[in-house]
Each structure stands twice: as structure tokens, then as C-alpha cells.
């Protein structure tokens, strides 16, 4: 196998991990920002469930 031909298939493996590496890092930001949504739900839901909770508590404690 000739230099070149060694050289040019190390050059044209690199390009092919920087576009993988490059895709890669798109999803994980893509992965990044629908975990941040749903921890936003989440906390949202768990804080409107306390909320009511308390409420609910709060109305059977006066009610008695």
C-alpha cells in the first residue's frame, strides 16, 4: 500500500468521526433540551399536586 493511499484513507476516516462526532453532539443537545421540558413538567406537576394537597388538607382541618 502506497503512502498516499494510506494517508488518504487516514484523512477520509477522520472526516468521517468528525461528521459522526458532530451528529452526535446535535443529538445530545437535542436529548439535552427535551430532558430540561420534561423536568420542567415535572417539578410544574409536582408543585400543583402539593399545592392541591395542602388544600385539601387545609379544607378537612377548618371543616371539623
Known sequence: MSKNTALQKIESHEKLCRIMQKQTHEKINKLEVQIDRIEK???????ALLIGMGGVITALVFNT
Do not use: D
Open 41 to 47: 413538567i415535572l417539578l410544574t406537576c409536582a408543585g
